[in-house]
């Protein structure tokens, strides 16, 4: 950890109106390393210890099992494939309306490696620690097609209930529920408030309306898992080419 000490030099401008404003004119900082090896406070150790003791316990709770060892990585890859998977179950669920197809970022898995074993709450959160909400946008065939091109030109994304091929960093041959792409129909996606609100540069999103009832991404995950562990299955995936580089 490395707490920053900041301080500002402030010009203070005496406007016409009575007003005061106050514009920085220079920035200083000194960076100050903690570390395990300096002893801690007592008596804030004592104040906190309840706390943390109550938030170890939740995050060390075991809640799935992985079946084998999901991974990342483009243009497909099983780690992804499980999160898209839970976002899209989860957005038909929650929102009791048809989904077409659901997106992850590549940029927003935080972990390179779901290992196999039991999978704790706390690894659910190192996966997708960003209280990023799931939400959904309606769209023409042409923006999802400009979506699909950008994801393309990213290398891809994982995805679900579709697939497409990447050819000069374009989307080609996309299915979506196994029928082609057209180009005036109406999609329902389930996207990240992050990528709808034109983050990762996905600027052909910002002027859709989007559908939001403030259920996060990470809650999805929780939720898929409990809904797999009901049904006596555990977290797994498999590479499905999804979405593959075109010959």
Same mark, same amino acid.
């Given at each position: /950890?490395?707490?920053?000490?900041?301080?500002?030099?402030?010009? #203070?401008?005496?406007?016409?109106?009575?007003?005061?404003?106050?514009?920085?004119?220079?920035?200083? %900082?000194?960076?100050?390393?903690?570390?395990?090896?300096?002893?801690?406070?007592?008596?804030?150790?004592?104040?906190?210890?309840? %706390?943390?003791?109550?938030?170890?316990?939740?995050?060390?709770?075991? #809640?799935?099992? &992985?079946?084998?060892?999901?991974?990342?990585?483009?243009?497909?890859?099983?780690?992804?494939?499980?999160?898209?998977?839970?976002?899209?179950? /989860?957005?038909?669920?929650?929102?009791?309306?048809?989904?077409?197809?659901?997106?992850?970022?590549?940029?927003?898995?935080?972990?390179?490696?779901?290992? &196999?074993?039991?999978?704790?709450?706390?690894?659910?959160?190192?996966?997708?620690?960003?209280?990023?909400?799931?939400?959904?946008?309606?769209?023409?065939?042409?923006?999802?097609?400009?979506?699909?091109?950008?994801?393309?030109?990213?290398?891809?994304?994982?995805?679900?209930?579709?697939? /497409?091929?990447?050819?000069?960093?374009?989307?080609?041959?996309?299915?979506?529920?196994?029928?082609?792409?057209?180009?005036?129909?109406? %999609?329902?996606?389930?996207?990240?408030?992050?990528?709808?609100?034109?983050?990762?540069?996905?600027? /052909?999103?910002?002027?859709?309306?989007?559908?939001?009832?403030?259920?996060?991404?990470?809650?999805?995950?929780?939720? %898929?898992?409990?809904?797999?562990?009901?049904?006596?299955?555990?977290?797994?995936?498999?590479?499905?080419?999804?979405?593959?580089?075109?010959?």
């Amino acid at each position: /950890m490395r707490p920053v000490l900041i301080a500002f030099t402030l010009l #203070i401008i005496q406007a016409s109106s009575c007003k005061t404003a106050y514009q920085p004119q220079s920035l200083q %900082y000194k960076d100050y390393r903690i570390s395990s090896s300096q002893p801690g406070d007592s008596v804030l150790l004592s104040v906190i210890k309840p %706390y943390s003791d109550s938030v170890n316990m939740s995050m060390n709770n075991v #809640i799935g099992i &992985a079946e084998k060892s999901l991974e990342k990585k483009i243009p497909e890859c099983t780690l992804g494939n499980f999160m898209a998977d839970a976002f899209f179950s /989860m957005a038909n669920e929650k929102f009791r309306t048809k989904v077409d197809v659901a997106f992850m970022n590549f940029g927003g898995i935080r972990l390179t490696q779901l290992p &196999a074993g039991n999978v704790t709450r706390g690894k659910i959160f190192e996966l997708m620690p960003f209280d990023n909400v799931l939400l959904l946008q309606k769209m023409k065939g042409t923006v999802l097609q400009q979506l699909l091109d950008h994801i393309a030109g990213r290398g891809g994304w994982p995805v679900s209930g579709m697939t /497409m091929q990447i050819k000069d960093k374009k989307a080609v041959n996309v299915l979506i529920g196994g029928k082609p792409l057209d180009p005036e129909a109406i %999609y329902t996606t389930a996207n990240s408030d992050f990528v709808a609100n034109g983050g990762d540069d996905a600027a /052909m999103l910002r002027t859709i309306p989007q559908i939001n009832i403030g259920y996060l991404m990470r809650d999805a995950l929780f939720d %898929y898992i409990g809904k797999l562990k009901s049904q006596g299955k555990n977290i797994t995936a498999n590479e499905e080419n999804r979405v593959t580089n075109a010959q």
